[in-house]
Structures are given as C-alpha cells and as structure tokens.
C-alpha cells in the first residue's frame, strides 16, 4: 500500500494503450459508433419513437452533426500535440480552470457507467432471472477483471461485430415495418419541442454527444503510428482521421434513427409508451421470431459490456490526464480513475428504483456536462500556444463555439421545463 500510494505521486508514467491497440486496425471513430448502440442510447431513443413519434429524430440529426464536428477537432488536438484532451487542458490551462471541468468530466464518465453497467443487468435478468443488483456487480467484475488484464482486446473484434450485427438488424427491419416516411423527413429536418419531451431530448443528445468520448477519442487517436516531425505525415493522418469519423457517425446516426422509427412505427402507432427496455425486445420479432428475446438480451449485454469498458477508460484517460500523464491501466492514476468510474456508479446503481428512468437521466447528466467539455475542448484548439499552425480557422471556432452554445441553451430550456 506505500509503494502503491507513492506510485500516485509519480508523474512520468508512460502512455500504454493495451487493448486500444485494436483500434489501429478498426478505426478510432468506430469506438464511438459502439457507443451510438449502447444500453443508454437504447432507452433515449425508444422511450423518444414511443412517446412522441417521429418528432424527436432531428435531435438524432442535430447530434449527429455536432459529434462529427467535436470528434474531429478533438482528434486533430491528439495527432498535432500528442496529447488528450485531459493533459492538454492539464498542461495549457489554469488549475482553477482544468480541474473542476475535468472533475465534472469524471462525473460524466461515471454517468456513462452506470447506464452501461444498467444495461448488461437488465439482459443478465433478461437471459438468467438473475436481479438487477447481482447483475451489476457480475458486469462490474466482468469488465474491471478485462480492463485489467487486458484480456478484452482478444474478445472486443467479436464483441463490435455482435453488436453492430443487432445495430444494422435494427436499419433492415425498416423494410418490414410500415413506416410514415414523409413523416419522418420532416422530423429528421423539422426541430420541435412537444409538451413534456426535453428530458427525452437531451438524453437523446447526451447518448449521442458522450463528453468523455471525446476524451477517450483524443487518447485512441494516439495509436496509430505516425511520424509528428513531418508534415505530410501529419496532413495524411489528419485526412484518414476525416473519412473514418465520417463513415462512422454516419452508421452512428442510422442505428439511432432505426431505433427511434421502430418504436414510432410499432409503439408509438399503437399508443402503447416504452417503460422498461425489455419492452422493446418486440422490435426484433419480425425478424427473428421466438429468438427475439434472447438475441436482444444478448445484443444488450455485449452492449453493455463494451460500454462499460469504454467508459472506464475514458475515466482512465482523464483522471490520469489531471496529472499530466497519457492512459496506462498499469499505472495507479489510470486505475484510480477506472476504479472511480465504475465503482462509484455501482454504488448509485443499488438506490435506482426504476432502471430504465435511471437509464434515461443518465443519459441527460451528459448533456449537462458536455458545454464544459466543448468550451475547453474549443479553448484548445483554437490556441497557437497548443496547436500551432493547426489551430482552428475563425470560421471552425465560430461552429465549434455555436455547439457549446446550442447545447447550453438546451440546458436552460429543460431546466424551466
């Protein structure tokens, strides 16, 4: 325990990706895309389709559009400085300034945990009758035990590919569903705010604009190989970087509006409001009859699983970004910060009365925070000091800005709601 506490006081550690090595492989935007289809995303976007149609899918459309924009900054932030986002704002940024944004940071990251650590308890109920509070603590130990030893990078390919397979079963059943297709172009383009939907709404953006992605994006990034002293090396990344981000929100922004036009289409038309995400299992049964259930407990679970895993990390990254230092789940801070994380939302998992409420304001904390992410995160990368002759353009830090904006006046309006 001495050597572990003066461990903590260390700060030289070096950045070890582990597991995130895979991403060199796969892209670092599809790690965001898992997060499009995670336990939180599901319960936003059904109780959205169920509740009030194809009304809300311009909330999918408007987070779509800001996620594409944030991620790709935040990644130009980690090729150009070799840094997330968590030690830059360390490094460039005054402690008073840093310090209680990434402290909410980590709040965000523990939001995140709870609702994927909900969500693989709901499937274990789903698949074994096992209670919501034995399944936590499973998932929990699950994914502490991966993180850990690193043993989940053997399993993440398959595990992305289960869940992108359920994801895209999700686009494919449009096919079979008598859709209200003009309705929905409209929703998709119109903005509008029914009676008693801006809960609904913002956890929709808070699921789709997860603020410790961006900082888990700007750590990822970092594990593609390239040569910072060169330009063109720089330049060619960068581009990659673009069309993978691309490709991925635009999947991201499929999956979700699937989802919300399913549950319009089924629950929505026939008056019945989605109250438990086991409820929305029926989605799935004109396309896998009697197996629906346990194919969408399992889809849930894998779900849940990687999530889980994700979140940890970007708690990970930032905690051990508070003290100058890149992710190393080898390394104390790094594991205080997932243990942090995961544990603190098990905790709060064990006074949620109803899991899919609790799944859906987790979902809305985000969006509470994400103003604070966006501000430093535009701070940033709009400094010469930080980026060099990759700063922002005045044109990209006026959209960069209007985002941060946009969501704060969000905020304002749920909370005179």
Known sequence: MKNYLKDLKRKDHKRYLGGLDIFRYIGPGLL?????????????????????????????????????????????????????????????????????????????????????????????EMLFDIPILWGAILTTLFVVLMLFTNSYKKIERSIIAFVSVIGLSFIYELFLVEIDWPAATAGWVTPSFPKGSMLIIMSVLGAVVMPHNLFLHSEVIQSHEYNKKDDNSIRKVLKYELFDTLFSMIVGWAINSAMILLAAATFFKSGIQVEELQQAKSLLEPLLGNNAA???????????????????????????????????????????????SLGVALLLIFFIGDPFKGLIISQMILSIQLPFTVFLQVGLTSSPRVMGKYVNSRWSTFVLYSIAVIVSILNIMLLFS
């Not at 336990?39 to 149609?53: L, V």
């Not at 779900?303 to 994700?310: E, Q, V």
């Open 32 to 124: 965001v895309t898992v997060g499009f289809i995670d336990p939180g995303n599901w319960a936003s976007n059904f109780a959205a389709g169920s509740e009030f149609g194809y009304s809300l899918l311009w909330v999918v459309t408007l987070s779509t559009i800001m996620l594409i924009i944030l991620q790709h900054n935040v990644a130009h932030l980690g090729i150009v400085t070799g840094l997330c986002l968590s030690e830059a704002a360390t490094q460039y940024t005054p402690k008073w300034i840093s310090r209680p944004i990434l402290g909410t940071a980590v709040l965000a990251s523990i939001s995140t945990s709870l609702a994927e650590i909900l969500g693989g308890a709901i499937a274990l």
């Open 294 to 340: 346990m194919v969408f407990a399992l889809a849930l679970l894998m779900a849940g699983i990687s999530s889980t895993i994700t979140s940890g990390m970007a708690a990970g990254s930032i905690f051990s970004g508070i003290f100058g230092e890149p992710y190393h789940i080898k390394d104390s801070h790094s594991q205080v910060g997932v243990l942090l």
